[in-house]
C-alpha cells in the first residue's frame, strides 16, 4: 500500500516531533488536538525546530519551508478519512487512546495502520477495542523525536505481518533505526529505563542525595547524557507515573510501584519542562 497521507493525532511534544520528520521525508502531514490552541502550539513547535535546523545547516531552507507547507491541522478525527496510516500520540491514558482508536476506526479506511506511541500500554488492548486489530501497532518514538535514531515497533499477538512491514519500512524512510519489542507493559525501552528513572526519585525522596548529585552520579559516573531527574522532567512526569502505573498493575509486582514523591509533583501539576517546573525550575 503506498502511504502518500500521514495522521498525527497529539500535537504535543512527542506528536510535533513526529509530524516534523513525516513532513520532511515527504509525506503530507494531518496534525490533529482538540482545540485550535492547541494544534497551533504544535505548528509553532515544529517551525522553531526547522528554523534551528536550518541555523545548524542540517536542513536546507526551501527543505524546511516545504515540509513546514506539507502539514494541516485539524480538530475532527473525521479529517483522518483521507490517511493511509495514523499515528496517535496523546496523553499515556488507555481509556483517551481506546476512544480515540474506536473513532478512527470508523473514520479511517478499513486499509489504514493505525500507530499508537504509548510508552507502556499494551497493545493488544487497544488493537481489541477496534474492528481492526490486525492493522493496530506499537511505534514508539523517543524525545525528541527529529534527534533521536531509535523507533522500537511493537506488533500485538493479532498484529498482521504485513503492517509490521509496512510499519518498519515507514520508520526507516523517516530516518529512523527501528527495533523490534514484543507487546508487555513497557516494552524494552520503558521497562528498563523507567524503573531507574523512579528509583532516582526514591533516592531524592529518601534524602540520599540532592536531585544534583543524584544527576551528576549518573551523567559523571554512568555516561548518561542526562541525569535521571532532568530526563524526567522532559518526559514529562505525568507521562513517567503514567508509565510506572501501568508496568505496576501489568506484572502487579511491587518492585514497580511508583515513588509518592513522583506523584506528589504530579498532583502538584508540577510535570517538567512542559508546565515550568518538575525536579528543575525553567522559568
Ligand atoms: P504531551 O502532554 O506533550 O502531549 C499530549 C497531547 O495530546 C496534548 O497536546 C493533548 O492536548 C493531546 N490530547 C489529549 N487528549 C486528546 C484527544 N482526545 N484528542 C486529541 N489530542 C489529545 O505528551 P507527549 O510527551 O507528547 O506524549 C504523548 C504520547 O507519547 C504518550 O503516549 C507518551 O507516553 C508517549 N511518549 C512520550 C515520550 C516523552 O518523552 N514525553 C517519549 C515516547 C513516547
Request: aromatic share 8%; net charge negative.
Amino acid at each position: 500500500m503506498e502511504i502518500k497521507t500521514f495522521g498525527v493525532v497529539g500535537a504535543g511534544q512527542m506528536g510535533s516531533g513526529i509530524a516534523q520528520v513525516a513532513a520532511l521525508s515527504g509525506y503530507d502531514v494531518i496534525l490533529g488536538d482538540i482545540s485550535y490552541e492547541l494544534v497551533q502550539k504544535g505548528l509553532e513547535n515544529i517551525r522553531n525546530m526547522l528554523d534551528k535546523a536550518v541555523e545548524k545547516e542540517k536542513t536546507a531552507q526551501d527543505t524546511a519551508d516545504e515540509a513546514f507547507l506539507r502539514i494541516r491541522t485539524s480538530v475532527d478525527l473525521k479529517d483522518f478519512a483521507e490517511t493511509e496510516f495514523v499515528v496517535e500520540a496523546v496523553t499515556e491514558n488507555e481509556l483517551t487512546k481506546v476512544l480515540i482508536f474506536q473513532d478512527l476506526d470508523s473514520f479511517c479506511p478499513s486499509e489504514t495502520i493505525l500507530a499508537t506511541n504509548t510508552s507502556s500500554i499494551p497493545i493488544g488492548k487497544i488493537g481489541s477495542k477496534t474492528r481492526r486489530p490486525d492493522k493496530v501497532i506499537g511505534m514508539h518514538f523517543m524525545n525528541p523525536v527529529p534527534l533521536m535514531k531509535l523507533v522500537e515497533v511493537i506488533r500485538s499477538l493479532a498484529t498482521s505481518h504485513e503492517t509490521f512491514q509496512t510499519t518498519w519500512n515507514i520508520s526507516e524512510k523517516l530516518g529512523k533505526i527501528p527495533a523490534e519489542a514484543h507487546d508487555y507493559p513497557g516494552f524494552i525501552s520503558n521497562r528498563l529505563l523507567m524503573p531507574m528513572v523512579n528509583e532516582a526519585v526514591f533516592a531524592l525522596y529518601e534524602g540520599v542525595g540532592t536531585r544534583e548529585s543524584i544527576d551528576e552520579v549518573m551523567k559523571l559516573g554512568m555516561n548518561h547524557p542526562m541525569g535521571p531527574l532532568e530526563l524526567a522532567d522532559l518526559i514529562g512526569l505525568d507521562t513517567c507515573l503514567a508509565i510506572m502505573e501501568t508496568l505496576f498493575n501489568g506484572f502487579k509486582d511491587s518492585k514497580y510501584r511508583p515513588c509518592p514523591l513522583l506523584r506528589k509533583y504530579v498532583e502538584a501539576g508540577w510535570l517538567g519542562r512542559k508546565t515550568g517546573r518538575g525536579f528543575y525550575d525553567y522559568d
